[in-house]
C-alpha cells in the first residue's frame, strides 16, 4: 500500500486542523463549563450553545460528514483517507461531533444509507446527515454475554401490519440526549431458526414511541458523559409500523458485521489521535518539571516511557492504515482479521500511554481533566464493539485457519 498522503487529504488535514486550534481547543474549558452549569441547574442532557454554534462553523467550512463514503452526503473519501482526519478529530473527545463524525450516529447513517428504504433515508437518514437529530444503537444487553451478539434474547415480533419489540437494553450510546429522535434495535424475529446468525432482526424505533423507557444513565468510571451518555433501556410492548425493519427478517446479524466493521475501526482511529496528545502532554510536563537536579525527561525510566510510547502509537498507526487499506480494497469480510487487530491494539496502547502521562505528571496527573476522561474513554473500548478476547479468538482461529488449509 501506499502509506503517502494524497493531496486531497493533506488539504483536509491542514483544515481541519487550523480548525481545531482556531475554534476547538481554545472552546475545551468552556464546554465543559456549559455542562456542568447545567448539571448543577439540574439536568446535564442538555444540548449546549457550545456545541449547536461550532457545528455550524464546520458545516460552513466544508468539515462536515467527512466519514461518508458517499460524495453526494459526504467527503467522499474512502477508509485510508478518513483515518488520519479522524485522528485529529480524536485529540478532544467530543470534537467528532462538530463535524457530525460521531458515533453511534456514523455508524447508524451507514446503515441508513447502505440497507435503508428511500422512505426510511428520507425520515431519518436525511435530518440526522444535517445534524438536526441523533441516534441511538440498541444492541447490548444486561442478562446475556452480548459479546455474542447471537445470544441476544430481545424480541421482534410480527404481529400484522406491526412489529411488537420486547427487551432490555445497556450501554446504549447516545440514549440520553435530547436531540435522540430515533433508535436501531436489534432482537430476535426467529429465534428458532437453525441458523443462529438468522435469528436477529434490526428495526427503527422512534425514541418517543410509547412502551419506551430510559431507566438510567451509566456512568463510565464516574464519567457521566453528558449531554451525550450511556443509557439502560427497557422496550415494553413497543409497537411500529412494519415498514420500519431494515433489509428484511434474519438480516440483523448481516446488518450488525457491516456496521461494526466501520465502527471499529473509526474507535482506533480517534484513540491515535488521543494519545498522542497524551504523548505531547507527557513531553512538555517531563520537560518542565525538575525532580532530583535534573529535568524529569532525563531520567532514565521517563526517556524510556517516551520512546515506548512513540513507538507503540507509530505502530498502532500503521496497523490502522493497513486495516483501512484492506477494507478498502478487498472489503470488510476479507479484512476481518486486520480489524481485529487494531481493535485489540490501539485501546491497549492508548491505555498504556495515557497511564505513562499520569504518571509523569505526579499528583496532578490523577486531577487532570483530559487525562483522566482520555484513560476513561480507552479503556471502555477494551469492551466496547466487542472485548478483547473476543477479537483475540477471532484472530487466533483466522491465523489457524491458513495453516489448516495448507496441512
Not at 475554534?23 to 468552556?30: F, G, Q, S
Amino acid at each position: 500500500m501506499d502509506f503517502d498522503y494524497s493531496p486531497k487529504v493533506r488539504e483536509l488535514q491542514a483544515r481541519l486542523t487550523a480548525f481545531m486550534e482556531q475554534h476547538i481547543y481554545p472552546n475545551e474549558a468552556a464546554f465543559h463549563a456549559e455542562v456542568d452549569a447545567n448539571r448543577a441547574a439540574g439536568n446535564a442532557w442538555v444540548a449546549t450553545r457550545i456545541m449547536e454554534g461550532l457545528k455550524l462553523k464546520a458545516r460552513a467550512a466544508g468539515l462536515w460528514n467527512l466519514f461518508l463514503p458517499d460524495s453526494e452526503h459526504g467527503a467522499g473519501l474512502t477508509n485510508l483517507e478518513y483515518a488520519p482526519l479522524c485522528e485529529i478529530m480524536g485529540r478532544v473527545h467530543w470534537a467528532p461531533e462538530v463535524f457530525n463524525c460521531a458515533a453511534p450516529d456514523t455508524g447508524n447513517m451507514e446503515v441508513l444509507a447502505r440497507y435503508g428504504t428511500p422512505e426510511q433515508q428520507r425520515q431519518w437518514l436525511e435530518p440526522l446527515l444535517d445534524g438536526r437529530i441523533r441516534s441511538c444503537f440498541g444492541m447490548t444487553e444486561p442478562a446475556v454475554a452480548s459479546s455474542d451478539a447471537t445470544n441476544i434474547e430481545s424480541s421482534i415480533a410480527r404481529d400484522g401490519d406491526e412489529y411488537v419489540i420486547n427487551g432490555r437494553k445497556w450501554w446504549s450510546s447516545g440514549a440520553n440526549d435530547p436531540r435522540c429522535a430515533v433508535f436501531i434495535f436489534m432482537g430476535k424475529s426467529d429465534p428458532d431458526n437453525p441458523s443462529r446468525h438468522k435469528q436477529q432482526s434490526m428495526i427503527l424505533v422512534p425514541r418517543d414511541t410509547p412502551g419506551v423507557t430510559i431507566l438510567r444513565h451509566l456512568p463510565v468510571f464516574g464519567f457521566d458523559d453528558a449531554p451525550h451518555g450511556h443509557a439502560e433501556i427497557v422496550f415494553d410492548k413497543v409497537r411500529v409500523p412494519a415498514s420500519n425493519l431494515l433489509l428484511g427478517e434474519g438480516r440483523g446479524f448481516e446488518i450488525a458485521q457491516g456496521r461494526l466493521g466501520p465502527g471499529r475501526i473509526h474507535h482506533c482511529m480517534r484513540l491515535i489521535g488521543l494519545a498522542e496528545r497524551a504523548l505531547e502532554q507527557m513531553c512538555k510536563r517531563s520537560l518542565a518539571r525538575v525532580a532530583f537536579g535534573k529535568p524529569v525527561a532525563e531520567q532514565g525510566v521517563t526517556l524510556e516511557r517516551i520512546a515506548e510510547a512513540r513507538i507503540e502509537i507509530d505502530q498502532a498507526r500503521l496497523l490502522v492504515l493497513n486495516a483501512a487499506y484492506m477494507m478498502d480494497t478487498v472489503g470488510n469480510k476479507v479484512a476481518a482479521k486486520e480489524i481485529a487487530m487494531i481493535k485489540v491494539a490501539a485501546p491497549a496502547m492508548a491505555c498504556r500511554v495515557i497511564d505513562w502521562a499520569i504518571q509523569i505528571q505526579g499528583g496532578g496527573g490523577m486531577a487532570d481533566p483530559f487525562l483522566a476522561h482520555a484513560y476513561a474513554s480507552a479503556r471502555s473500548l477494551r469492551l466496547a464493539d466487542g472485548p478483547d478476547e473476543v477479537h483475540r479468538a477471532q484472530i487466533g482461529k483466522l491465523e489457524l485457519a491458513r495453516w489448516k488449509a495448507m496441512s
